[in-house]
């Protein structure tokens, strides 16, 4: 009898993280870039060549930019027929519950490159929220940050807003450009997200007015997310995921306004779960609006 090797992904807009387990023992682990099977060409040949490449005979996967069930299942076929794997296939939001509270009930919000939040209660009710993605949303997000960051900077060096020497100095020494460059920069490819939210990191440790109110905006935009899943699925336990949650002024807003608890494990783990019998039943909500 052939040695089942389960592969577990997480694929977001900042990386991509798997974990290949066999017995419940980690054999593997694997890295690679961000990856959005709506902003990625490609997305579904790096999948396949993962998936090929780790030897796994079954991978459960938690895929960025995905827009609903029907989308979700139209490319587990397509995978499960180029790979000879068995698939399964939910958002990045869904694994990232499922880690937190190792398949258990609950809310979890994820804020990275972008943000969302996704719930589920014992009963197996769903519901999300954002996830729009950042020309209509990601509030929150590195993205957002950046983008209100920058126009700051900018509205502080043409003078018709606020003056930030420091957010100024911050912004042009990580581009290593002046303004006009970096606004060339931004709009020579609108649809990179990264041209901006690389900036979030250095802004986010500037001790500065300006940039304390952008994250304590930011703060509250994650802490609504999660009240606005509790009003529609009851008073879950909440967890966190993402980079924005390192932090310490964001988490510790975003824990004082719901009680947000650390994930009990990472989400290429919770993927592992869209593998199993329970998760996999037929039926099983997954809070999407429309399929």
Known sequence: MSVRRSLGVDAGGTGTRAVLV???????????GPLNVLLHDDAFERLVLLIKQSGATAAGLGLAG????????ALQVKLSAATGAEIAVADDTEVALLGAF????GIVVIAGTGSNAFGRDEQGRAARVGGHGFLLGDEGSAYAIANRALRAALHSHDGTGPKSSALEKA???DYGLDFDAIVRLVHSNPADRQLVARIARVVMELDEPLV???LDDAAQALVTMALALRAKLGDLPVSMHGGIFGNP???EAFVAGTGAVAPAKSPEFGALHLLTASTRA????????ST
Request: aromatic content about 4%; glycine content about 16%.
């Open 212 to 214: 304390r109110k952008i």
């Open 282 to 289: 037929r039926q099983r909500d997954e809070g999407w609006a």
């Open 171 to 173: 912004v042009t020494g």
């Open 249 to 251: 002024q964001i988490r």
């Open 22 to 32: 066999s017995d419940d023992a980690v054999m593997a682990r694997f890295d690679d």
């Open 66 to 73: 995905l827009r609903g069930a029907a989308e979700g299942h």
């Open 102 to 105: 190792d398949g258990g009930p």
